[in-house]
T-cell receptor
Framework: EAGVAQSPRYKIIEKRQSVAFWCNPI?????LYWYQQILGQGPKLLIQ????????DSQLPKDRFSAERLKGVDSTLKIQPAKLEDSAVYLC????????????FGAGSRLTVL | QKEVEQDPGPLSVPEGAIVSLNCTYS??????FMWYRQYSRKGPELLMY????GNKEDGRFTAQVDKSSKYISLFIRDSQPSDSATYLC????????????FGQGTTLQVKP
């Protein structure tokens, strides 16, 4: 079974620039999550999709972050404009459904904002 | 107060030692608890998954939940250098949505 694919793995940008991350979940997984992991901290949920609908985006900074899940499969997370404090690893995860399901994480996209 | 608290370490032990990793949580309603292992520059991978109180064993790993004290533990027996990683405890914040709440993570180094 192929895992969760993410790209790019690394990205360096200047503050106020924009960046986009892409995620392809495990085939058949209806639920997709984007987590932000700042260095030395645990992952924090940014947004959760069930198929192509948003389940939870309460911690997404909506003035600069946006995310979509096209046709209930792939997802993109965009940051515009980026701030220094956005430097982090952006982890995508997927699961079969909601509730007490096992999450499978991708390797993450590491963003450095200068 | 954070919902899940974990000592970040780092923790350094010799090969073969017994390792104890711990977390506390604040909400007595939490029922599901997990331990994830994260190697450097990799995503977290599920190690152990427990429901409510009690112990669960899987090879060299034992997960323990004490709901009366809101305490979660992971024990690693006969630790190996390949166990060197960051260990994240997590709880299911919402059984409806599947949202996980993570601790800060404890960095473990097992020296040969």
């Amino acid at each position: 079974e192929a895992g969760v694919a993410q790209s790019p793995r690394y990205k360096i940008i200047e503050k106020r620039q924009s960046v986009a991350f892409w995620c392809n979940p495990i085939s058949g997984h209806a639920t997709l999550y984007w987590y932000q992991q700042i260095l030395g901290q645990g992952p924090k949920l940014l947004i959760q999709f069930q198929n192509n609908g948003v389940v939870d985006d309460s911690q997404l900074p909506k003035d600069r972050f946006s995310a979509e899940r096209l046709k209930g499969v792939d997802s993109t997370l965009k940051i515009q404009p980026a701030k220094l404090e956005d430097s982090a690893v952006y982890l995508c995860a997927s699961s079969l459904g909601t509730g007490a399901n096992v999450l499978t994480f991708g390797a993450g996209s590491r963003l450095t904002v200068l | 107060q954070k919902e899940v608290e974990q000592d970040p370490g780092p923790l350094s032990v010799p090969e073969g030692a017994i390792v104890s990793l711990n977390c506390t949580y604040s909400n007595s309603a939490f029922q599901y608890f997990m331990w994830y292992r994260q190697y450097s520059r990799k995503g977290p991978e599920l190690l152990m998954y427990t429901y409510s109180s009690g112990n669960k064993e899987d090879g060299r790993f034992t997960a323990q939940v004490d709901k009366s004290s809101k305490y979660i533990s992971l024990f690693i027996r006969d630790s190996q250098p390949s166990d060197s990683a960051t260990y994240l405890c997590a709880t299911l914040g919402s059984s409806n949505t599947g949202k996980l709440i993570f601790g800060q993570g404890t960095t473990l180094q097992v020296k040969p």
